[in-house]
């Protein structure tokens, strides 16, 4: 069976929003706008949705960002994969201490690290899997134990570094946030809202700090400076030059994060994207990440 081929940009959602829209509908609109990969964030252990869009599908790779260790035990995840067409992938992360259970996060490394042996001891087949990382210990811990990363709110100057801390050779993605329609403010607005969820955790803080960023830039949701860094658009050449500007850094794929005012995935967006930007869709003749 080959492995997944997750290509140079798929689009990024959580599965409470694919679920909304249909997750074979949304799905089958990834595709059909010349996608290559769907990342569903928020899986909450639930990999069998994974297979649900590869039946869906013909060629899209299902992929987790990231499912957290603390929601799906190695050994579980090991026995329930069903990767029945050769195309799903799996993020793997420690998430954040408030996630886990009470005094069971110590040394994330180890913590990591022990998952993945788990994980490769249990699986009766190997299981393409990346891990979500920012920081230099997981990146290197990813391109040594892993296929790669995927790593999110970073700007390209942090990529080039991420990208010398996982190796040359590592798959990297990175999540690359963008708003297609309305105006400065409006991206500044839907950036805001969507970076609300991050901002307060002091895993992504410190890793925006190693940026440049400081508390003044995490205050009111985030400063103008901070959402510019972090959000592209809704200008199409602005848009592209982000995505340029990542892949220049080392970037293998960019799990593109369309933000919108609605509750579901923004599949007409997708769409509409594919077509302002051919530019940003590829053929399955793509990056393995084994």
């Given at each position: 069976?080959?492995?997944?081929l997750?290509?140079?940009v ?26 290559r ?16 869009v ?16 603390w929601?799906l035990?190695a050994?579980d ?12 992938m ?12 009470a ?6 490394l180890?913590?990591?690290?022990n ?18 990382a ?44 963008v ?5 400065a ?8 809202a ?39 658009g ?22 593109l ?34």
């Amino acid at each position: 069976m080959p492995p997944a081929l997750p290509g140079s940009v798929g689009v990024f959602t959580s599965l409470a929003r694919a679920r909304r829209s249909g997750l074979a509908d949304t799905a089958r609109a990834a595709e059909a706008a010349s996608f290559r990969t769907l990342w569903l964030a928020d899986v909450r252990g639930d990999t069998a949705s994974l297979t649900e869009v590869t039946t869906a599908t013909t060629e899209l790779v299902a992929a987790t960002a990231v499912l957290s260790i603390w929601d799906l035990a190695a050994a579980d995840l090991a026995r329930t994969w069903n990767d029945p067409h050769g195309r799903m992938m799996l993020g793997v992360g420690v998430s954040h201490p408030s996630m886990a259970p009470a005094g069971r996060y110590r040394n994330p490394l180890a913590l990591l690290e022990n998952y993945l042996e788990i994980l490769e001891q249990s699986s009766p087949q190997p299981i393409p899997c990346v891990v979500g990382a920012n920081g230099p210990k997981m990146l290197e811990l990813a391109g040594r134990r892993a296929a790669g990363a995927i790593t999110q709110l970073v700007t390209p100057e942090r990529t080039a570094r991420q990208r010398a801390w996982l190796g040359p050779t590592a798959f990297l993605a990175t999540e690359v946030k963008v708003v297609t329609t309305g105006d400065a403010a409006d991206r500044r607005r839907l950036g805001r809202a969507n970076l609300a969820n991050y901002l307060s955790l002091p895993g992504y803080q410190k890793n925006l700090r190693a940026m440049g960023f400081d508390d003044r830039d995490f205050a009111d949701g985030g400063s103008d400076r901070l959402v510019d860094a972090l959000v592209a658009g809704p200008d199409p050449d602005q848009i592209t030059e982000r995505m340029t500007q990542q892949r220049d850094a080392g970037a293998d794929h960019l799990a593109l994060h369309v933000l919108s005012d609605s509750d579901a995935a923004p599949v007409s967006l997708w769409t509409g994207l594919a077509l302002e930007l051919p530019v940003v869709t590829d053929t399955p003749a793509a990056t393995d990440p084994n």
